[in-house]
Nanobody, 118 residues
Framework: QVQLVESGGGLAQPGGSLTLSCATS????????MHWYRQAPGKQRELVAT???????NYADSVKGRFTISRDNAKSTVNLQMNSLEPEDTAVYYC????????????WGQGTQVTVSS
């Protein structure tokens, strides 16, 4: 079965940086779009960043200019570099792979906690 395993979460100070990584297995990684979502307590899960199979990226307005998504097809991994972190970035971050059309099935990791606090 498809597996996605996130790592790299933790505690950061405001203005600090963290890098999240997501290792995948049992998918043809290079043809999948990859996403990072986050869910803060009491809030809906929201899309943070996307990278398509051809490397195009898209970001939520709240993280544009601060976060960078990247992928390594040789290692079947996707990263999220988070800079200038704010307390509002505190959430559980989820890696998600999206099967190419027509299926477009989403697969999810278990999530990793990011806490931004002084």
């Amino acid at each position: 079965q498809v597996q996605l395993v996130e790592s790299g979460g933790g505690l950061a100070q405001p203005g600090g940086s963290l890098t999240l990584s997501c290792a995948t297995s049992r998918i043809i990684f290079s043809i999948y779009a990859m996403h990072w979502y986050r869910q803060a307590p009491g809030k809906q899960r929201e899309l943070v960043a996307t990278i398509t199979s051809d490397g195009s990226t898209n970001y939520a307005d709240s993280v544009k200019g601060r976060f960078t998504i990247s992928r390594d097809n040789a290692k079947s991994t996707v990263n999220l570099q988070m800079n200038s972190l704010e307390p509002e970035d505190t959430a559980v971050y989820y890696c998600c792979s999206q099967q190419p059309p027509p299926g477009s099935t989403l697969y999810w990791g278990q999530g990793t906690q990011v806490t931004v606090s002084s």
